[in-house]
């Protein structure tokens, strides 16, 4: 999905209270992941009392509910406004739908808003799409090598990586859009990172790539690779980190691209003075995110990091 700034009010889920005595984190649900056949995974999210397969947007903005189920269970819509240029897989989406009932795990919430697609949501085999505007009123733990994905009710925890006995903590960024950014080091330079649920190598724009590292796609080194008739360059990165966290040879897909490069700052492209969203440095997904054990501290702003494979640690979650 495109991501956009959005002017309007979402109504909250209700998370569990957040004192728990000793720090326990209060866990609100424990989620299988779901592949789907274009890479991304589900989870079930519960809509009208029915277990819908919501597609795991964690760093899309906006959620979204198919219309065909919006209107079988009469919910309301709504027309967004005009100034906003939302998109779903190259669907226009124009109006927005107040969910009656929405329930995860033991948390449950009305009247929450979802935009509405009556075309792209069915096409992917899916209810909709969960996203930020739901996620980030939880903690929220994601294990993609297990396929695991948990929700905890937000705390004053310290140490949220109950599963390891050694960490990376950074602090995590939001857009104007709401979505995360974080940094990484890749080889020896500095790079914000943003990331998506999906399966497949990282992502780095060549004119992001000329920039830090005065690299080309004819550079020594980079290789093309075809793949279902299309090709990718690749570069032989020796190491992405997060703190102390390191994942070797990491496997990032050069995206050409011929014009200025998209990046946060109000610039001036063909007279007009636009900002991009969404425009991190290096976009992570399924290939590295498979690679690590995450846990995203909303309340706090921090992101908690290990290796898929970390050496379990004593503590455990609150049932």
Not at 90 to 105: P, Y
Request: proline residues 5%; neutral net charge.
């Amino acid at each position: 999905m495109k991501r956009v700034v959005c002017a309007t009010a979402l109504a909250v889920l209700a998370a569990l209270p957040a004192h728990a005595e000793k720090c326990a984190l209060p866990l609100v649900a424990s989620l299988d992941l779901t592949p789907l056949s274009n890479g991304d995974y589900t989870i079930p999210v519960s809509i009208g009392g029915v277990e819908r397969r919501f597609s795991l947007g964690l760093n899309n903005p906006f959620s979204v509910i198919s219309g065909p189920l919006a209107d079988s269970l009469g919910y309301r819509t709504v027309k967004i406004s005009k100034s906003l240029e939302t998109h779903l897989n190259g669907e226009t989406i124009d109006r927005r739908v107040v969910v009656g009932d929405l329930q995860i795990g033991v948390s449950r919430g009305k009247d929450f808003q979802m935009l509405r697609s009556d075309v792209s949501a069915a096409k992917l085999g899916v209810d909709g799409v969960a996203a930020l505007d739901l996620l980030r009123n939880f903690d929220v733990e994601l294990d993609l090598a297990a396929r695991k994905l948990k929700l905890f009710s937000p705390n004053d925890c310290q140490n949220k990586a109950y599963w390891a006995s050694s960490l990376a903590e950074v602090k995590f960024t939001t857009d104007m859009s709401g979505h995360v950014e974080f940094a990484m080091r890749l080889d020896d330079k500095d790079v914000d990172v943003d990331f998506e649920v999906t399966d497949g190598p990282a992502i780095m724009h060549t004119n992001t790539l000329k920039r830090l590292f005065d690299l080309t796609l004819e550079s020594p080194g980079v290789v093309a690779e075809t793949q279902d008739g299309g090709t990718r360059w690749y570069y032989p990165f020796k190491s992405l980190s997060i703190g102390a966290i390191a994942i070797n040879n990491p496997r990032i897909a050069l995206l050409p691209d011929d014009g200025p490069e998209c990046r946060h700052q109000l610039q001036t492209v063909s007279g007009r003075t636009m900002r991009c969203f969404g425009a991190a440095e290096l976009h992570l997904r399924g290939g590295s995110l498979k690679a690590l054990h995450l846990y995203f501290d909303f309340k706090h702003r921090v992101l908690y990091a290990t290796p898929a494979d970390a050496v379990p640690a004593s503590a455990k979650p609150a049932k």
